[in-house]
């Protein structure tokens, strides 16, 4: 299997949870409010924090898996999974960011009534 072929499945298969939530977010705005909890803000900094540490786990385990077992075939993939954990632990940190926002403003509002 080619270099290119393999980063492609590597792409498709870290790019799946992204379309997960976002299928999961566009059926939120729809209107089925119950799809992802009572607080979907929180589910879905979740979703994403733990998305970037598990691909954080693959990304680091590289090296040793490539040791221990002669696999060289994760090397070239290295620095993608890298820009896939930054690309999750960014939306997480803006989730995050989002969720504590609205809960800052939801808070002063009802101060002032």
């Not at 499945?9 to 705005?29: G, K």
Request: hydrophobic share 55%.
């Amino acid at each position: 299997m080619t270099v290119f072929i393999r980063r492609c499945l590597i792409f498709s298969a870290l790019f799946m949870p992204f379309a997960y939530i976002l299928a999961q977010v566009i059926t939120l705005q729809m209107g089925d409010y119950d799809i992802l909890g009572p607080e979907p803000g929180k589910a879905i900094t979740w979703f994403t924090g733990e998305w970037a540490f598990n691909i954080l786990l693959l990304t680091l385990a590289v090296t040793p898996l490539r040791s221990w077992f002669g696999w060289k075939w994760l090397l070239p993939h290295r620095r993608m999974l890298g820009l896939f954990v930054m690309f999750y632990a960014t939306l997480h940190l803006l989730s995050y960011m989002a969720v504590s926002y609205t809960h800052l403003r939801a808070h002063e509002t009802s101060l002032h009534l």
